[in-house]
């Protein structure tokens, strides 16, 4: 695709509840990573692939985050038993390869824990 | 992903002024240092980046230097402009943790 594209783009969802968030990158880029943005604040990392393998995991939260990447291509973050804490927006990035390049950052996704 | 520290979390400078941004790292092995700038309610874009065989690297009125020995780098905007307003934010691999972020400020 043209960008790095993800879903949903915005996203309520109620307490204790499950979430999951796409994100497309540009085809042919190896290395997709994802970081979570609270308002105002930083990007904090949470997961980076190459390929389809997660070399560092360090970044997730809690056991209750986890992420995957299949066919080297789309990645989806899941969050289960969703926190008012987890509300921010989940922005995701891929570049050609892994801590060599640009990084290529997608629209975001803003999910809220009500 | 690697520990970065950036400082100062605030910046304002007069317009014409320069602007440094300090970043630090603590993984010897890191070879890689980015700059972005995330202007309000916009995405992460890159703006310069060094690697580290190279001390120094400009491109107009951005510049990066590295110091490998003291792991750390610095980011330089020299006759700032107001449209240089924005949140900056460093970078080191492996993994690309991102520094805590500046807020620019220009002021007219």
């Known amino acids: 695709g043209a960008g790095v594209s993800q879903s949903p783009s915005n996203k309520v969802t109620e307490k204790g509840k499950d979430v999951e968030l796409r994100c497309d990158p540009i085809?042919?880029?190896?290395?997709l990573y994802w970081y979570r943005q609270s308002l105002g604040q930083g990007l904090e990392f949470l997961i980076y692939f190459q390929g389809n393998s997660a070399p560092d995991k360090s970044g997730l939260p809690s056991d209750r985050f986890s992420a995957e990447r299949t066919g080297g291509s789309v990645s989806t973050l899941t969050i289960q038993r969703t926190q008012q804490e987890d509300s921010a927006v989940y922005l995701c990035a891929s570049s050609l390869v892994a801590d060599t390049g640009e990084l290529f950052f997608g629209e975001g996704s803003r999910l809220t824990v009500l | 992903g690697e520990n970065v520290e950036q400082h100062p979390s605030t910046l304002s400078v007069q317009e014409g002024d320069s602007a440094v941004i300090k970043c630090t790292y603590s993984d010897s092995a890191s070879n890689y240092f980015p700059w972005y700038k995330q202007e309000l309610g916009k995405r992460p874009q890159l703006i310069i980046d060094i690697r580290s065989n190279v001390g120094e690297k400009k491109d107009q009125r951005i510049a990066v230097t590295l110091n490998k020995t003291a792991k750390h780098f610095s980011l330089h905007i020299t006759e700032t402009q107001p449209e240089d307003s924005a949140v900056y934010f460093c970078?080191?691999?492996?993994?690309?943790?991102f520094g805590a972020g500046t807020t620019v400020t220009v002021r007219a």
């Open positions: 085809s042919g880029h190896t290395a």
């Open positions: 970078a080191a691999t492996p993994g690309l943790s």
